[in-house]
């Protein structure tokens, strides 16, 4: 409605009257935060410890927080001629990984992330320790209460620390989600890499979650951890090598040695022995064992420095014979071994790959699509094999505490094969996309709800209220979002006086907009039911 003109001078007046009504602003619905240690947290000189920092790519993480932790690693190689695939080099094992953040952003990238934030609790310390759990206290979560943006929460350290220390973090991340209502945590149940004890590692997880559905429907849980094909950041100093020689040369030279040592002292030995005048064939003889065992120490030497002649090489080496360590100095074995490291992949949990899932389904089919049956990229399979037995007790457990298992299918590849909340016997706030879609509703009209503060409280903008929550609901109805044949079956707006407010809510200045929706869910279950038809004949 046009503004009231002041027309006391007679003269020719502009007014612009508006004919488009007020809409809601459509807002990204998958942005993670990523909560944990890092090389470092410094822009511009400036500290980014404990301050959520929006970046874009990996090229920006890594100029304000660093790279990866340096990994110690033990490598075998067995380059024997007995080997038939000589020199053949395997990864023993790694020291422990306890941060992870480096590798969860290349793995949230890898499966579709976009921009996100940072939140730098502390940066890598001297000698690495299980991540301290108290780092991830009210402060982390005020400095997120900021931060409008956020839809999702990630703990890539999380299944590092003890199992009590994580559960207070998720509980206090769920219990952030509830009172903001525009967020979710993604959770990883710790022992994603025991196939011994599955059972007993789910069980635990379990017992350890919160109760409470007010707080547990903000909440996913995903099992198990990823073997990606992520490789480890080291130092050639941080790689011990066990070498098994192809024809131990050094040994063969020392042995010679031994042999020509002992065979000058028994040339000396005759030439002491001797009486004058002296034979000369024994003199000849000491002159000559002198001269092998030079021979053989410096054919010694020199199989010692062939090892050791190039000084790029770092790696050292730890022999299985009597010569002690030596380096490694063949330019095609050294490469070789830095090649198994860089492909033995690090295990990585669940969470950074499936934050990657939801951007990407948001962006391709929306946010009321179910973030399940889609593949995981950038991992070579999943740390644990499961079964259908396995699956059903995790997907729909009595206590309805589910957890969304990822898995490998022949033919299909690797797949998140579960989309459920940790309130699976809920019916309401079951499944992942519901949860996500009703944040995303929310929040998106919250915010264009902010316009009317201290507008009249009039029958005019009830209607624009209205006009503009049904428009954006029928858009999202249109898209597949909602569940109904009609715009009235799939949603409805209230607001006025009587339907939404009394008379006494106009006087105390409230509005109130009773909005309902019905969120379309996911075909979980498909069944297919056969009949034989039998051909009838006539009579």
């Known amino acids: 409605m046009p503004t009231l003109l002041e027309l006391r001078m007679p003269g020719v007046y502009t007014q612009e009257v508006p004919t488009l009504p007020p809409a809601v602003g459509v807002i990204p619905s998958a942005v993670p935060v990523f909560i944990g240690y890092t090389e470092k947290a410094e822009k511009n000189g400036d500290s980014l410890l404990g301050k959520p920092t929006r970046i874009k790519s990996m090229q920006e993480y890594e100029n304000w927080f660093g790279g990866a932790p340096s990994t110690n690693i033990k490598v075998d190689v067995d380059d024997r001629d007995t080997n038939p695939r000589r020199p053949e080099v395997k990864v023993l094992e790694t020291s422990s990984l306890y941060y992870k953040m480096y590798h969860a952003l290349q793995l949230y990238y890898a499966n579709g992330g976009g921009p996100c934030f940072i939140l730098s609790v502390a940066t890598y310390p001297s000698t690495p320790a299980v991540p301290d759990d108290s780092l991830f206290g009210d402060s982390c979560f005020n400095a997120l209460k900021k931060v409008k943006e956020v839809t999702?929460?990630?703990?890539?350290?999380?299944?590092?620390?003890?199992?009590?220390?994580?559960?207070?973090?998720?509980?206090?991340?769920?219990?952030?989600?509830?009172?903001?209502?525009?967020?979710?945590?993604?959770?990883?149940?710790?022992?994603?890499?025991?196939?011994?004890?599955?059972?007993?590692?789910?069980?635990?997880?379990?017992?350890?979650m919160p109760v409470d559905i007010e707080i547990k429907k903000y909440g996913m849980a995903y099992y198990p951890n990823l073997q990606s094909g992520?490789?480890?950041?080291?130092?050639?100093?941080?790689?011990?090598?066990?070498?098994?020689?192809?024809?131990?040369?050094?040994?063969?030279?020392?042995?010679?040695?031994?042999?020509?040592?002992?065979?000058?002292?028994?040339?000396?030995?005759?030439?002491?022995?001797?009486?004058?005048?002296?034979?000369?064939?024994?003199?000849?003889?000491?002159?000559?064992?002198?001269?092998?065992?030079?021979?053989?120490?410096?054919?010694?030497?020199?199989?010692?420095?062939?090892?050791?002649?190039?000084?790029?090489?770092?790696?050292t080496s730890v022999k299985d014979d009597d010569l002690g360590a030596i380096k490694i100095s063949r330019d095609i074995l050294y490469n070789k071994i830095r090649e198994a490291i860089r492909n033995f992949g690090v295990i990585m949990p669940p969470s950074p790959a499936i934050a990657g899932i939801y951007v990407r389904t948001d962006a391709t089919q929306g946010v009321w699509k179910a973030p399940a049956n889609v593949s995981v990229f950038g991992i070579i399979k999943p740390a644990v094999e499961l079964d259908d037995d396995?699956?059903?007790?995790?997907?729909?457990?009595?206590?309805?505490?589910?957890?969304?298992?990822?898995?490998?299918?022949?033919?299909?590849?690797?797949?998140?094969?579960?989309?459920?909340?940790?309130?699976?016997?809920?019916?309401?706030?079951?499944?992942?996309?519901?949860?996500?879609?009703?944040?995303?509703?929310?929040?998106?009209?919250?915010?264009?709800?902010?316009?009317?503060?201290?507008?009249?409280?009039?029958?005019?903008?009830?209607?624009?209220?209205?006009?503009?929550?049904?428009?954006?609901?029928?858009?999202?109805?249109?898209?597949?979002?909602?569940y109904g044949d009609t715009p009235d079956a799939a949603y409805q707006v209230i607001v006025g006086e009587p339907e939404s407010m009394s008379v006494q809510d106009v006087l105390g200045g409230i509005m109130r907009v009773i909005i309902k929706v019905a969120v379309a869910r996911p075909a979980e279950f498909i069944v297919l039911q056969y009949e034989h038809k039998f051909e009838l004949t006539e009579a």
């Open 152 to 208: 999702i929460l990630v703990f890539p350290d999380g299944t590092e620390m003890s199992l009590t220390g994580y559960t207070t973090i998720i509980q206090k991340a769920l219990q952030h989600c509830e009172k903001m209502k525009n967020r979710v945590t993604v959770i990883d149940v710790h022992g994603g890499t025991d196939a011994g004890n599955i059972s007993t590692n789910v069980e635990a997880f379990q017992t350890s």
């Open 390 to 482: 396995d699956h059903a007790s995790l997907n729909a457990p009595d206590n309805g505490k589910a957890i969304n298992v990822i898995r490998a299918y022949p033919g299909r590849g690797i797949l998140v094969y579960g989309g459920r909340t940790l309130a699976g016997n809920d019916l309401e706030w079951r499944y992942v996309n519901v949860r996500r879609t009703f944040c995303f509703i929310e929040d998106s009209i919250a915010r264009a709800m902010q316009d009317f503060v201290f507008e009249p409280n009039t029958s005019q903008t009830w209607i624009k209220v209205k006009s503009m929550i049904g428009s954006f609901l029928n858009t999202l109805w249109k898209a597949g979002a909602l």
């Open 230 to 315: 992520l490789s480890y950041s080291f130092l050639d100093t941080g790689v011990t090598v066990r070498y098994h020689h192809r024809v131990n040369a050094e040994k063969i030279a020392a042995d010679n040695v031994v042999a020509a040592m002992l065979a000058k002292r028994i040339a000396d030995a005759a030439v002491a022995n001797d009486t004058p005048p002296l034979d000369p064939a024994l003199t000849a003889a000491a002159a000559a064992a002198a001269g092998a065992l030079t021979a053989a120490e410096s054919a010694l030497v020199t199989a010692i420095t062939v090892a050791t002649a190039d000084a790029n090489v770092k790696i």
